[in-house]
């Protein structure tokens, strides 16, 4: 097997700026992870599959099998239904990790049995049946929920808004191309709720985004700490799976076991 062509050093160096640390969460027994080499990605609001292609190739180049799921935005069912189809293809242990909203999706389709561990990106954890928006609601409103346009039932981030608090961190012109591909989700997808939450059985990752304009940074440490997870804090935007991709696929490595 080929040697990962992340630089330990340099990823190092970035856990210590960023503050990457372990949080103490509650006692939730839980397996060890075991050795996976599938592994299935799910984007969130505001983007499509490809917001995965900075870290797919680094998992790849260490021999894993990686999936990027084109979640319907539709509603929390259909997407559930398109994840439950690509972990129904893995052919064994699987991570599941999902950035943003899609933490719904791993939080619910977590539960499929080919699923070993979770990684959530800078994203929803809810409990099972949890109103997610009111537990929002106790934290500070994040700049970018002002950014949300409708056109009917159908709602995208406005060019400003998605520059500047969705990735607000990147290149201007790489923002902008992530742009142009934003899929707009439907009013119906933010009314769903989890029945059930994995990350109370399975081992769990979280990615916290400290200069994060879209979910509550707050919130993101919250969720991470009640879900007992493995934490680790970057000094990123929202996409810090765009922006830091090698600290990302270090933590999805983790939980695959091939760290």
């Known amino acids: 097997m080929p040697p990962i062509p992340l630089d330990r050093r340099g990823f190092s160096r970035a856990a210590l700026a960023s503050l990457a640390v372990t949080l103490a969460g509650p006692a939730l027994a839980r397996p060890a992870p075991v050795k996976a080499r599938n592994v299935v990605l799910v984007h969130g609001l505001f983007a499509d599959g490809s917001s995965w292609s900075e870290v797919i190739p680094l998992l790849q180049d260490r021999?894993?099998?990686?999936?990027?799921?084109?979640?319907?935005?539709?509603?929390?069912?259909?997407?559930?239904?398109?994840?439950?189809?690509?972990?129904?293809?893995?052919?064994?242990?699987?991570?599941?990790?999902?950035h943003s909203f899609s933490g719904m999706i791993v939080t619910e389709a977590g539960m499929h049995p080919n699923v070993s561990s979770l990684v959530y990106v800078a994203a929803r954890a809810p409990d099972a049946g949890e109103d997610y928006a009111a537990l929002a609601a106790k934290y500070p409103t994040p700049p970018a929920s002002a950014g949300i346009v409708y056109d009917g039932d159908e709602g995208r981030l406005g060019e400003t808004a998605f520059l500047r608090d969705f990735a607000g961190d990147l290149p201007p012109r790489k923002a902008k191309a992530l742009f142009a591909v934003q899929?707009?989700?439907?009013?119906?997808?933010?009314?769903?709720?989890?029945?059930?939450?994995?990350?109370?059985?399975?081992?769990?990752?979280?990615?916290?985004?400290?200069?994060?304009?879209?979910?509550?940074?707050?919130?993101?440490?919250?969720?991470?700490?009640?879900?007992?997870?493995?934490?680790?804090?970057?000094?990123?935007?929202?996409?810090?799976?765009?922006?830091?991709?090698?600290?990302?696929?270090?933590?999805?490595?983790?939980?695959?076991?091939?760290?």
């Open 63 to 98: 021999g894993l099998n990686v999936t990027s799921v084109q979640n319907p935005l539709t509603s929390l069912p259909d997407a559930m239904a398109e994840a439950t189809r690509v972990l129904d293809r893995q052919d064994g242990p699987t991570v599941l990790a999902g």
């Open 183 to 259: 899929q707009p989700f439907h009013k119906l997808l933010l009314t769903g709720r989890t029945t059930q939450a994995a990350w109370r059985s399975k081992p769990s990752w979280y990615a916290v985004s400290t200069e994060d304009r879209t979910i509550n940074p707050d919130l993101e440490r919250f969720m991470a700490k009640r879900m007992g997870a493995t934490t680790i804090e970057l000094k990123s935007s929202h996409v810090s799976l765009i922006s830091h991709p090698q600290a990302i696929a270090r933590l999805i490595l983790e939980a695959a076991g091939q760290a």
